[in-house]
Structure formats: structure tokens, C-alpha cells
């Protein structure tokens, strides 16, 4: 059994991941308005990400005899002003992700929860993988500035993007 307040934790990360994933869509639906498929393709992929993650807290719940609860998901924001913008707001919502797994990682150890310890190492891991990779964005995305041939090059790329659930 899990603590009550760790419980209630991960039911709200569980939930955090899924309104992510909306979001992840929502990046997605600016994209493709204005034509940029490859960029949509890359948050529908992130979405998927997003999805697999809020499964993956809901096994782990489930795993530890307790019930996952499931709350409505707001609204993400939907209007954008430009790829970048979509990209840094990606990397705000990674890092806000981050910072509710360091606090789910803080109750567990307070709790020495050290099976819940050890499941959320993985989150953590996955977590500085997805920070660098949005900056890494963010960067070639300004030093692309107004290049309309190179931002249709790098679209391309990103238009290969899936994601493997075996990761």
C-alpha cells in the first residue's frame, strides 16, 4: 500500500501527464493550420510520450494495490504565435513535469517508499532527456531565424519522428 499522500501524488502526475499530452496535441493542431506537418508530426509523437507515461503511473498504482482517479483535464492553451513559441512552451511544460517529480521523489523518500523511489529514477532519467532535447530545439530554431529553406529542411527531419513504447 502506498501513503495516502504519495497516493494522492501520483494520481495527480498520472493526470498531469494526460492534460501534457492535450497539450502536446494542441501544439500539434497549431502546427498543422499553418502547414507545418513535420513539426506536427513531432508533438503528436510527444503526445503519444505523454500518454504512454500516464499508463505507466497507472499500472504502477494499480501494481501497488491501490485505484487510480481520474480528473478532468483542462483545456490547454491553443493559440500560438510561431514554431518557437510552441517549442519553449514545450520546454516549460517539461520543466514543470520535472519539478512535480522532484516533489513525488521527495514524499517517497520522506515515506522510504524505496519501490516508489526506484520507479520514479526512470521518470527523472526521462525527464533530463526531454529538457535537453526541447533546448536543443529552441536552439536551432533561432539560429534558423526567418530561413525559410533550412526551417524546411529541419521540419523534415522532425516529420521522421515516432515514438516506441519499447523505449
Known sequence: MLNKELLNA?????NHEY???????AMAAYCDDNSYEGFANFYIQQAKEERFHGKKIYDYINDRGEHALFKTIPA????????????????????????RFYNLSDLANKDKDYATISFLNWFLDEQVEEEAMFDTHIDYLNRIGDDSNTLYLYEKELAARSFDETE
Open 10 to 14: 501520483l494520481n495527480e502526475q498520472m
Open 76 to 99: 490547454p492553451k491553443t493559440e500560438f504565435n510561431s514554431i518557437l513559441e510552441t517549442f519553449k512552451d514545450g520546454l516549460a511544460q517539461e520543466q514543470d513535469v520535472t519539478r
Open 19 to 25: 492534460y501534457a499530452a492535450h497539450a502536446y496535441m
